[in-house]
């Protein structure tokens, strides 16, 4: 029988794991991601918990990938994981479908001509 403050160890990780996957859910990630998500950062966080070995790299990456989905908003994170947005799918990436592209504004080129100095032109 394992030590009671392992079980506590492993249940406490595991939810305090679940808020970030709940961000990456609102974020319309796929089930499996965020599973996979949810499982890599528990092990690893059981790693650094039980047996200490490579904290200088694991503590950095554990606290990255923590802290990650509350940073990025659940747009940006939709937007950087988008599956659609690829060249050959029809879509622009220029911004949501459905919407017009976006308007020129580039003022038309001037009628001077592009090897006279600054101080000539009128």
Known sequence: MP???LLALVLVMGLLILVPAR??????LPPRTIGLYALTLWLLAMI???QPVATRVLVPILLIAYIGPFVAAPDT???????G???????SSGGPPGQPP???VTPPEADF??????DERP
Do not use: H, Y
């Open 3 to 5: 030590a009671p403050w």
């Open 23 to 28: 961000r990456l859910q609102l974020a319309g």
């Open 48 to 50: 650094v918990a039980v």
């Open 77 to 83: 994170v939709r937007r950087v994981l988008r599956q």
């Open 85 to 91: 947005d690829r060249p050959g799918s029809g879509r």
């Open 102 to 104: 976006m308007k020129n």
């Open 113 to 118: 001509p592009l090897d006279t100095p600054d």
